[in-house]
């Protein structure tokens, strides 16, 4: 992928305007995953998250008046991903029995904002670990964004358990010294039930 760095905002954007396909790389890069948290959130289906989330991207990219900020981007693809979401939930039928759960509007909102914060952090924690070493950044990975158990990335890697759950603890402990103690926490928060829930 081709990343454009030190860009200010300003050339960014207007490298969107002008349909540069690098600069579009990069928005879908940074909000890719995130997105795909946050609709799986909603409709609870991660094969169709990614669906709803290429299909919001695809608008974005055909757009003829590109939102010009990154909040702006922001809030257009959370608003588009949650109103994608329900759509196939109505047409899927389960939207009333989803919204049965949620005892008013300001509840499903506020359920909605939470939902985007942890999406928002998430994707700070989906930034820290890009930095990680090769090995050390594909078995957090395989551990929080496929799912994958210890037992199931040594066979497929071809090392062992032991090495595994090693790799996990240096790239969490990599992880603190790359994000804010917010950052971290909040991280934490949404990853290590995950991580302990993979550990066997």
Not at 93 to 101: A, E, F, I, P
């Amino acid at each position: 992928m081709n990343k454009l760095t030190e860009l200010t905002d300003y050339e960014l954007f207007a490298l969107l305007k002008g349909k540069n396909m690098a600069a579009f790389d990069q928005i879908f890069e940074q909000f890719y995953r995130p997105l795909c948290f946050f609709a799986s959130r909603i409709i609870h289906d991660p094969a169709s998250s990614q669906d709803i989330v290429q299909d919001v991207f695809v608008r974005f990219w055909q757009k003829e008046n590109l939102p010009d900020t990154i909040n702006a981007i922001r809030a257009y693809l959370y608003v588009s991903v949650k109103n994608s979401c329900f759509n196939y939930l109505e047409k899927n039928s389960v939207k009333l029995k989803h919204q049965q759960t949620l005892v008013n509007t300001d509840i499903e909102e506020a359920t909605i904002l939470n939902n985007i914060i942890q999406a928002e952090v998430l994707r700070q924690v989906f930034a820290a670990v890009d930095t990680l070493p090769e090995q050390c950044r594909k078995i957090i990975r395989m551990t929080f964004e496929d799912g994958k158990k210890a037992k199931e990335i040594a066979c497929e890697l071809g090392i062992t358990i032991s090495t595994v759950n090693n790799q996990k603890m240096r790239g969490l402990s990599l992880l603190k010294t790359r994000l804010s103690d917010e950052g971290l926490a909040l991280g934490m928060l949404l990853l290590l039930p995950t991580f302990f829930n993979h550990v066997k």
